[in-house]
């Protein structure tokens, strides 16, 4: 615990130590994470993420994260819930690149990923997928060919393996019937759905979602859900969720962990955190949005 004590101390960003020792740190979090997740821990696995100190500043004024530390586990499904601005995009942005840390570290099967550059970055994004609350699907191709597209660019498969695997994607999200409809012929929950199907045709080694159902008309969510749901149970997927959709996380989370502030303020079992939450601030939220 002690050891523990050291890794989870506050710092402010001048004062971020180095990322620690795999070992020393996938054994300190190893006693640390379990009882707060239904994850099936296995003596002398390490976490598939580390984050360690996370901190991010924008325009040198506005402390959006300030010292997460996080793992996640292979395998693991981890929901992570807050209030509107409390930094859950901005800590998925930063562990797929998208935004630079101010301080801290993030790593990928003991990998630092945090700091690297030009090529690097790419190698690095191919291991993480992420599902936007936007889809971001390219309009002009077909359902068929955005599930292709990343596999043959950048992945360098040739065609017909993509076909395959895209096909395949397609229809275990229930997309195997308008794999050549376009964007705009789609509704927005089939749009979502083939987003991660074109995500998980990569598949990376961890999978983001943020967000994924906020934009859908009510009707549409749980096709998604549904999709996301299999996923988890079945797919063998390690996954970090941000969403509000509280059956879902329930359900489905192997960990529930609750941000505020830029800061991870509890974490647990999802029926802990629901049932008998810890902080004050935990309680309000969920009071909150019922
Ligand atoms: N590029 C940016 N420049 C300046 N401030 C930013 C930037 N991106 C995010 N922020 C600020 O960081 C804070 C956290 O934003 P973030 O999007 O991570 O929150 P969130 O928890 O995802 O909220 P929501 O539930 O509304 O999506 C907000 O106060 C936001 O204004
Ligand atoms: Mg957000």
Redesign the pocket.
């Known amino acids: 615990m002690a050891l523990f004590a050291k890794k989870h101390k506050g710092f402010d960003a001048a004062t971020v130590p180095p990322a620690m020792d795999a070992n020393e740190a996938a054994s300190i979090a190893f006693a640390h994470d379990q009882g707060l997740s239904r994850h099936h821990f296995v003596e002398g696995e390490h976490p598939a993420v580390r984050i360690e100190h996370l901190n991010k500043t ?2 040198g004024e ?1 402390q ?1 994260l300030r010292d997460v530390n996080l793992d996640v586990w292979n395998g693991e499904i981890v929901v992570v819930l ?1 209030p ?7 800590m998925l942005r930063c562990i797929n690149l998208l935004e630079t840390p101010t301080a801290g570290h993030i790593l990928i099967d003991d990998e630092e990923i945090t700091g690297k550059s030009g090529r690097e970055v790419a190698r690095v994004r191919r291991e993480l997928g992420m599902v936007f609350q936007g889809f971001n699907l390219f309009p002009h191709l077909t359902a068929l060919e955005n599930v292709m597209v990343g596999q043959t660019k950048v992945l360098k498969k040739d065609k017909e393996e993509a076909r395959a695997e895209a096909i395949k994607q397609l229809e275990a999200v229930g997309m195997g019937d308008r794999i050549d409809f376009k964007p705009p012929q789609l509704s927005g929950g089939q749009q979502q759905r083939v987003a991660i199907a074109r995500a998980v045709a990569m598949h990376p080694k961890v999978l983001l979602f943020d ?1 994924p159902t906020s934009a859908l008309d009510p009707e549409l969510v749980r096709d998604v859900l549904g999709v996301m749901r299999e996923l988890a149970l079945h797919g063998n997927m390690t996954m970090i969720v ?1 969403t509000h959709e509280m059956g879902f996380a329930r359900e489905v989370a192997d960990r529930v962990v609750f941000m505020e502030g830029g800061v991870v303020v509890e974490q647990g079992l999802p029926e802990d955190v629901f049932d008998h939450p810890q902080h004050e601030r935990t309680k309000q939220f969920l009071g909150s949005i019922g």
């Not at 509107?84 to 901005?90: E, Y």
């Open positions: 924008f325009n506005t959006v807050g509107s601005g409390s930094g859950k995009s901005t967000e941000v």
